[in-house]
């Protein structure tokens, strides 16, 4: 049954049997393009969700956001859309050229060039594509415990080197190849297992603590190249916590320079090839050898100018008198041992006289400050005072009153008259004072008017009627009332 079932079937030439008493087949209807792609737009509607599987091909993300790509296989292609608000949600991958896909959407027709894509919903990865998620995944768990942070120093010379692979891998054959170059003969100790397929994970990782337990002072995970299934057994869990747990550093050199698989971020150091590890970690015996020869021709230069230095200086050390004639130096001292003691006995003999005469100068200060020579000193005084007061007491009263007759005589007259200039004046300023009080104006039949509580009154333009007043006479007070106000020229 095809698709278009119910299109009309074109018209068929009738034979010449059935042409002889049979009608035509009747004729096709015509329908215009807008028509028939609306038709097939309704029956590829009709087909609902699909799921196709495909590589992704012409991946191209436009400027508004929208994906646009195509599914193929070896025999076909279709066109795929993402629209940009679904890109989110359908994408939980980094979505690549080449990449083998499952696609979930409908199928649309896209009316203006007649051709049909799927408008895609949802994108899942297939294959390899799920093997790479599914490492992806991994590698973020192991970066969140903090295995991928850890770098052991790998050991110059060590004493004994494990190696992990195959004994039949062309890794293997590489390193013993780098050894024979480098360091023929170094002690290696090979652990053979599988490097691919289904078990070999497991035995890498037995392999792995096998060397860890004899004692070997680095490892090196080796393998050849090879696809991404032929290397996975390096993407496994258990492979990756075997060299996370080993005691002693680990190196890989897996596949070549641009594979990378899961040891390599958690060894302590990854190198791109197996020989590349063999260089990494076995010494160069030339290299050293020339550094050894090099470095004891620096030491016994070293050695041979130290020697000549203090050889030099013991001869200069010769030549000093003082170790010539030892009894010199000891006799220099001696004598220099002599003046010292001379100037700190003189020195101490003048401070000791000086101490002694302040001493002494001290002591005489001091008797002639002591109370008893004080007392004699006083008693003497009051004994010459006495005769004197005796005989100034009778005449100070008869002289006391002579000075003072003597003073009234000079200060009366000067005294009375500046007492009769200060009246004159206080008489004067009391006559100008009353002058000018209003009391006095009182006193002349005048009258001060003002607002009642004691405000001042100085226009009539001032007061409107009901207004209280006080009017101040000689006598008394007087409380009224405005009843009217006239302006100037009233009276």
């Not at 053979?192 to 995970?221: F, K, N």
């Not at 041979?304 to 230095?309: G, K, N």
């Not at 004598?335 to 101490?348: N, P, Q």
């Amino acid at each position: 049954m095809s698709l278009f079932d119910d299109a009309p079937q074109p018209p068929r030439k009738p034979s010449r049997s059935a042409s002889r008493g049979r009608e035509p087949a009747p004729k096709a209807r015509v329908e215009s393009v807008a028509e028939l792609t609306g038709r097939i737009a309704r029956r590829l509607g009709e087909l609902g969700p699909l799921a196709v599987e495909g590589e992704v091909s012409a991946l191209k993300r436009a400027a508004s956001g929208h994906v646009y790509f195509a599914l193929k296989d070896e025999d076909a292609r279709i066109d795929c859309k993402l629209w940009r608000t679904r890109v989110r949600a359908a994408l939980a991958f980094d979505l690549t050229e080449g990449a083998h896909v499952v696609c979930h959407g409908k199928l649309d027709v896209y009316a203006p060039r007649g051709s049909y894509s799927l408008i895609v919903e949802r994108i899942e990865q297939r294959g390899i594509g799920e093997l790479l998620a599914r490492l992806e995944r991994l590698k973020a768990e192991l970066a969140r415990r903090g295995w991928f942070e850890r770098r052991r120093p790998r050991p110059e010379l060590p004493r004994c080197i494990g190696v992990v692979t195959s004994r039949d891998a062309d890794g293997w054959r590489d390193f013993l190849r780098t050894r024979s170059l480098r360091w023929p003969g170094y002690p290696l100790r090979l652990a053979h297992t599988r490097v691919q397929g289904p078990g070999a994970a497991a035995e890498i990782a037995a392999a792995i603590a096998r060397l860890d337990a004899s004692g070997v002072d680095v490892i090196c995970i080796v393998r050849g190249g090879g696809s991404l299934e032929d290397l996975w057994a390096f993407n496994e869990l258990e492979v990756a916590q075997a060299v996370w747990e080993a005691s002693v550093p680990v190196i890989t050199g897996v596949g070549h320079e641009s594979d990378t698989t899961l040891v390599d971020w958690v060894a302590d150091h990854r190198a791109h090839t197996p020989t590349d590890a063999a260089q990494t970690v076995l010494p160069d015996r030339a290299a050293l050898f020339e550094r050894l020869e090099r470095a004891g021709a620096y030491l016994a230069e070293a050695l041979e100018r130290q020697l000549s230095r203090r050889a030099q200086r013991l001869a200069d050390l010769g030549e000093r008198g003082v170790l010539r004639r030892g009894g010199a130096l000891i006799e220099e001292r001696r004598e220099r041992c002599r003046a010292l003691a001379r100037r700190g006995a003189a020195a101490l003999s003048g401070r000791l006289d000086r101490l002694y005469g302040r001493i002494e100068e001290l002591a005489g200060r001091l008797a002639e400050q002591s109370p008893r020579h004080r007392l004699a000193r006083l008693e003497a005084c009051l004994a010459g005072l006495a005769p004197r007061l005796k005989a100034a007491g009778g005449a100070a009263p008869a002289r006391r009153e002579e000075r003072l007759r003597l003073l009234a005589t000079r200060v009366g007259p000067l005294a009375s008259a500046r007492l009769e200039a200060r009246v004159r004046s206080l008489e004067l300023l009391g006559r100008s004072l009353e002058a000018v009080s209003p009391l006095a104006v009182l006193e002349r039949g005048y009258s001060i008017t003002r607002l009642a509580g004691g405000g001042t009154l100085r226009s009539a333009a001032e007061l409107e009627p009901g207004v209280a007043l006080e009017t101040v006479l000689r006598d008394g007070v007087v409380r009224s009332t405005v009843e009217g106000v006239e302006p100037d020229g009233g009276v």
